[in-house]
Protein backbone atom coordinates (compact mmCIF):
# COMPACT_ATOMS: atom_id res chain seq x y z
CA UNK A 1 0.00 0.00 0.00
CA UNK A 2 1.42 3.90 -0.75
CA UNK A 3 -0.60 6.51 1.01
CA UNK A 4 0.04 10.06 -0.90
CA UNK A 5 -0.69 13.39 0.65
CA UNK A 6 -0.95 16.45 -1.93
CA UNK A 7 -0.40 19.93 -0.64
CA UNK A 8 0.23 23.50 -1.75
CA UNK A 9 -2.89 24.34 -3.19
CA UNK A 10 -4.13 27.61 -3.05
CA UNK A 11 -5.48 31.07 -4.88
CA UNK A 12 -3.44 32.79 -7.18
CA UNK A 13 -3.73 35.74 -10.08
CA UNK A 14 -3.81 34.89 -13.51
CA UNK A 15 -0.50 34.66 -14.50
CA UNK A 16 1.02 33.34 -11.16
CA UNK A 17 2.56 30.12 -10.12
CA UNK A 18 2.12 27.63 -7.39
CA UNK A 19 3.87 24.20 -6.57
CA UNK A 20 2.30 21.17 -5.56
CA UNK A 21 3.91 18.60 -4.10
CA UNK A 22 2.89 14.79 -3.53
CA UNK A 23 4.21 12.70 -0.63
CA UNK A 24 4.47 9.02 -0.86
CA UNK A 25 4.67 6.61 2.06
CA UNK A 26 4.46 2.96 2.55
CA UNK A 27 5.63 0.90 0.32
CA UNK A 28 7.38 3.37 -1.78
CA UNK A 29 10.72 0.94 -2.42
CA UNK A 30 8.72 -0.63 -5.48
CA UNK A 31 9.30 1.63 -9.08
CA UNK A 32 5.99 4.13 -9.68
CA UNK A 33 5.44 6.38 -11.87
CA UNK A 34 3.23 9.06 -10.24
CA UNK A 35 1.11 11.40 -12.13
CA UNK A 36 -1.00 14.57 -11.53
CA UNK A 37 -5.03 14.84 -12.61
CA UNK A 38 -7.51 17.33 -12.24
CA UNK A 39 -11.21 17.86 -11.77
CA UNK A 40 -13.15 21.25 -12.14
CA UNK A 41 -16.49 21.59 -11.32
CA UNK A 42 -19.15 19.87 -13.00
CA UNK A 43 -16.01 18.19 -15.17
CA UNK A 44 -14.68 14.89 -15.96
CA UNK A 45 -11.30 14.28 -14.16
CA UNK A 46 -8.39 14.93 -16.68
CA UNK A 47 -4.52 14.13 -16.54
CA UNK A 48 -2.13 16.93 -16.30
CA UNK A 49 1.01 15.16 -16.31
CA UNK A 50 2.94 11.88 -15.22
CA UNK A 51 6.39 10.82 -14.34
CA UNK A 52 8.31 7.69 -14.03
CA UNK A 53 10.21 6.25 -11.35
CA UNK A 54 13.04 6.98 -13.95
CA UNK A 55 12.07 10.23 -14.76
CA UNK A 56 10.20 10.31 -17.67
CA UNK A 57 7.50 13.06 -18.27
CA UNK A 58 4.76 13.16 -19.70
CA UNK A 59 2.27 16.24 -20.14
CA UNK A 60 -1.11 17.18 -20.95
CA UNK A 61 -1.23 19.54 -24.24
CA UNK A 62 -2.92 22.10 -22.31
CA UNK A 63 -0.11 22.48 -19.27
CA UNK A 64 2.80 21.50 -21.97
CA UNK A 65 5.28 24.53 -21.67
CA UNK A 66 4.03 26.12 -18.41
CA UNK A 67 3.86 22.52 -16.01
CA UNK A 68 6.80 21.27 -14.96
CA UNK A 69 6.69 17.88 -12.95
CA UNK A 70 9.72 16.57 -11.39
CA UNK A 71 10.39 14.33 -8.44
CA UNK A 72 13.04 13.63 -5.63
CA UNK A 73 13.14 9.57 -5.25
CA UNK A 74 15.10 10.24 -1.44
CA UNK A 75 12.05 12.52 -0.01
CA UNK A 76 9.41 9.91 -2.09
CA UNK A 77 8.39 13.64 -3.30
CA UNK A 78 6.80 14.42 -6.69
CA UNK A 79 6.33 18.01 -7.42
CA UNK A 80 4.76 19.90 -9.85
CA UNK A 81 5.46 23.41 -10.50
CA UNK A 82 2.90 25.37 -12.56
CA UNK A 83 3.78 28.51 -14.08
CA UNK A 84 1.56 31.20 -16.44
CA UNK A 85 -1.76 30.06 -14.54
CA UNK A 86 -4.95 30.91 -15.97
CA UNK A 87 -8.37 30.40 -14.67
CA UNK A 88 -9.50 27.60 -16.62
CA UNK A 89 -6.60 25.56 -14.91
CA UNK A 90 -8.78 26.09 -11.54
CA UNK A 91 -9.52 22.34 -10.24
CA UNK A 92 -8.70 19.73 -7.30
CA UNK A 93 -5.33 18.00 -8.47
CA UNK A 94 -5.12 15.09 -7.12
CA UNK A 95 -2.17 12.56 -7.21
CA UNK A 96 -2.00 9.19 -8.08
CA UNK A 97 0.73 6.37 -8.39
CA UNK A 98 0.46 2.84 -10.15
CA UNK A 99 3.13 0.61 -11.09
CA UNK A 100 4.63 0.35 -14.23
CA UNK A 101 4.97 3.34 -16.75
CA UNK A 102 3.72 6.15 -17.19
CA UNK A 103 -0.25 6.68 -18.07
CA UNK A 104 -3.05 8.92 -19.11
CA UNK A 105 -6.13 7.52 -17.84
CA UNK A 106 -6.87 7.08 -14.06
CA UNK A 107 -8.31 3.86 -14.35
CA UNK A 108 -5.03 3.01 -14.71
CA UNK A 109 -3.95 4.33 -11.55
CA UNK A 110 -4.15 2.43 -8.08
CA UNK A 111 -3.40 5.00 -5.72
CA UNK A 112 -5.06 8.28 -4.76
CA UNK A 113 -4.02 11.11 -2.30
CA UNK A 114 -6.83 13.48 -1.17
CA UNK A 115 -6.70 15.88 -3.34
CA UNK A 116 -5.90 19.85 -3.00
CA UNK A 117 -7.79 22.98 -4.71
CA UNK A 118 -5.96 25.28 -6.95
CA UNK A 119 -8.41 28.56 -7.49
CA UNK A 120 -6.54 31.10 -10.09
CA UNK A 121 -8.51 34.04 -10.53
CA UNK A 122 -8.86 35.92 -13.35
Known amino acids: QVQLVESGGGLVQAGGSLRLSCAAS????????TGWFRQAPGKEREFVAA???????YYADSVKGRFTISRDNAKNTVYLQMNSLKPEDTAVYYC????????????????WGQGTQVTVSS
Open 51 to 57: ISWSSAT
Open 26 to 33: GRTSRSYT
Open 96 to 111: AARVGGTRTSGYDYNY
